[in-house]
């Protein structure tokens, strides 16, 4: 005897026994059991179908913004470089700096929390504050490598430059912005 309702590809008791249904008691079996087995797929409303465009552009920018942001940091030694002989121009040292400090923050982030212990991470204390603090800079040098950038975009410097510093300051400014409307940034660990 069969207690529960089997999916569609498995026959009935009645059709195991060789009981024979009519077309419409069998029809409205197997939509009974595609309605259950339909209940527990879609547990969730949010699974709807999405075009592939709009999955997909989160990630493609948030990695675009990763690659200028790494950039940055791999530029730095030679922007240091060029601004400590004199070849770095005034306006070209502030759009270049918010976001190689942005990057930095991020970077930090990231491997305080791949060195860190979990345990660490939920108490309050150092580890902890500075996780909290290195998101909450990141965000701000984001913003304000924008707003230097608006305000100094015809600073002298190379096109490349350029484009790279715009790059850096939108892409971190993205990348908080994402984390911001997921509660990332701003939230304390330790709660």
Not at 9 to 36: N, V
Not at 75 to 87: D, E, I, K, M, N
Request: glycine content about 8%; proline content about 6%.
């Amino acid at each position: 005897m069969c207690a529960a309702p089997l999916p569609s590809w498995i026959p009935s008791c009645e059709a195991r026994r060789g009981t024979r249904f009519s077309d419409g008691a069998r029809k409205s079996e197997q939509e009974l059991i595609r309605q259950r087995t339909n209940l527990e797929v879609n547990l969730t409303p949010s699974s709807e179908p999405v075009s592939a465009l709009s999955a997909l552009l989160p990630l493609g920018l948030s990695a675009g913004a990763l690659l200028s942001l790494l950039l940055c940091l791999l530029y730095a030694p030679f922007w240091l470089w060029s601004w400590s002989r004199g070849r770095l121009a005034r306006g070209a040292r502030r759009v270049r700096v918010w976001p190689l400090l942005a990057s930095a923050c991020l970077f930090a982030h990231l491997g305080l929390m791949l060195t860190l212990d979990v345990a660490a991470l939920g108490r309050f204390g150092l580890p902890s504050i500075a996780l909290w603090l290195s998101m909450l800079a990141f965000a701000l040098f984001s913003v304000l490598a924008v707003v230097t950038f608006v305000q100094r975009w015809r600073a002298p410097m190379g096109h490349f430059q350029r484009w790279h510093s715009l790059a850096a300051s939108l892409g971190g400014l993205w990348l908080s912005a994402w984390m911001t409307a997921f509660g990332y940034v701003g939230t304390p660990c330790w709660l």
